[in-house]
């Protein structure tokens, strides 16, 4: 099955500092999402992102599925900004979605 | 109102007892998922459900069941708790007709222990 890797697995960011999360997937895809878990476990959706470039705010994010890779972008961190962020994937001919394990952000203030 | 609704959000049990974790959802989307999370990994999938009659195997469905009563819930049973199916548990849905094809939504999810 598709192999989904997400770099790097820790950040620790000063606040106001901006950063790029990666995610690497290794066959073709139907749809990917990035998704924030909260400190307290919530799911949000951030950006649906097949391919090409979406701005929402402070946070952008680029998928190439040509390559296979995806970014996210996050500028001017906030406190707010830490927990989990997770890439996840459908893999094209299949259904099921597979995620990526991570990348674990803290922003200090 | 919340859009996916999970029931409950946290339970304590014992090995060897039956559980039912209930998920609803208002956004009548044709789609449901239950994922399960383990302590600092990823999300992995346990059963999905396309429509009512239709129900699949994920990765991890070993020890679980399903029943989905209606196209707005979909509820994931362990017959037999064992204390490493401690874990926090989510459903999804998806709508498989939207411009965003299959785009998940998730509930906020049950932390579920087993002692």
């Known amino acids: 099955g598709i192999q989904v890797e997400q770099s790097p697995p820790d950040l620790i960011l000063q606040e106001g500092a901006n950063s790029t999360l990666r995610c690497n997937f290794s066959d073709s895809v139907n749809n990917l999402q990035w998704f924030h878990q909260n400190p307290w476990g919530q799911l949000i959706n951030l950006f649906y992102i097949p391919s090409g470039t979406k701005q929402n705010g402070r946070l952008s994010a680029t998928t190439v599925a040509t390559e296979r890779y995806s970014l996210l972008y996050i500028s001017s961190s906030q406190t707010t900004d830490s927990g989990v962020y997770f890439c996840a994937v459908e893999e094209t001919g299949g259904f099921k979605t597979i995620f990526g394990a991570g990348t674990r952000l803290f922003v200090k203030a | 109102d919340a859009d996916v609704t999970q029931t409950p959000r946290n339970r304590i049990t014992k090995t060897g007892k039956r559980i039912m974790l209930e998920c609803s959802q208002t956004k009548g989307h044709d789609r449901m998922y239950w994922y399960r999370q383990d302590p600092g990994l990823g999300l992995q999938l346990i059963y999905y459900s396309f429509d009512v009659k239709d129900i699949n195997k994920g990765e991890i469905s070993d020890g679980y069941s399903v029943s989905r009563q209606a196209q707005a819930k979909f509820s994931l049973s362990l017959e037999s708790a064992i204390p490493n199916q401690t874990a926090l548990y989510f459903c999804?849905?998806?709508?498989?007709?939207?411009?965003?094809?299959?785009?998940?939504?998730f509930g906020p999810g049950t932390r579920l222990t087993v002692l």
């Open positions: 999804a849905t998806s709508d498989s007709a939207a411009r965003s094809y299959n785009e998940q939504f």
